[in-house]
């Protein structure tokens, strides 16, 4: 076997970028930073950074996460934790031109979490905020200051984020990720209207009702009731074991 030669390969570097995403005031929103050191300074991206040589992919997402948002990644295996959140590998982007500094492959991860509060900036950020991903998404991006034409995302953020969030709208139909945008525990109600602001559409309470209760264990009744959405006494739930819809609700043609 002939010598292996290192030099005679190219160095890169590789980053993760975080589409983390959480339901604010009915509304589908991803979090944003404004960069404040070049590539791209004042322009807004996702949040993420770059591995570093002693951690994993793993690592280096949830270490990101926990710097930018202040949460831990939910461990599957685990109880509950109330500053958790899902997270999984969303895709690799390695567009040799897509980062003007140098070859950087970026591996994406998407983050679901409940309501989260004001986010703080962190790493080489100037700020951060929560944002509607259509305007997000929007053809000229739309975060601009007041007064100055809005940029799109920096470096290839938006067909990132556009990848996170069809993935997260795609998957509701048939798994109990939804349940990852409420708190521990839930009405049928406050689960709707996760869908709904993800899939931007209004569904029918009743066919809903019907259809996240048909699947044996995948909602499971705590015992308890909650006012908190007005009216009358909520019935409160939890995610249960069974993580596929049987039949899957499929998203509403739009």
């Known amino acids: 076997m002939a010598p292996y030669d290192p030099s005679a390969f190219p160095p890169f570097a590789v980053t993760v970028d975080l589409v983390v995403l959480t339901v604010r005031r009915h509304a589908l929103c991803a979090l944003a930073v404004r960069r404040g050191e070049p590539p791209f300074q004042g322009r807004w ?54 980062d003007p500094r140098m070859r950087v492959v970026s591996v994406a991860h998407l983050v679901l979490a409940p309501d989260l509060p004001a986010p703080r900036p962190g790493g080489d950020a100037h700020s951060a905020r929560w944002a509607p991903v259509e305007v997000l998404l929007a053809q000229e991006g739309g975060l601009g200051r007041d ?23 795609s998957k509701i139909e048939y798994s109990s990720l939804a349940t990852a945008f409420c708190p521990p525990e839930f009405t049928v109600g406050e689960l709707r209207r996760v869908y709904e602001a993800v899939w931007g559409v209004a569904l029918d309470p009743r066919n809903f009702h019907r259809k996240v209760t048909g699947t044996p264990g995948f909602l499971v009744p705590t015992g308890g009731t909650t006012t908190r959405q007005g009216g009358r006494p909520a019935q409160l739930f939890r995610a249960g074991g069974a993580t596929l819809l049987n039949p899957p609700m499929l998203r509403p043609e739009v």
């Open 45 to 98: 991206a996702l949040p993420g950074g770059f591995v570093r040589p002693d951690e994993d992919l793993a690592a280096a997402a949830a270490r990101e996460l926990a710097e930018e948002t202040g949460l831990l990644v939910h461990d599957p295996f685990g109880p509950t934790a109330a500053n958790g959140a899902h997270l999984e590998q969303l895709a690799t982007y390695g567009d040799p031109q897509r």
């Open 147 to 169: 007064g100055e034409a809005a940029a799109p995302l920096a470096f290839d953020h938006a067909r990132i984020l556009a990848d996170g969030v069809e993935r997260a709208r």
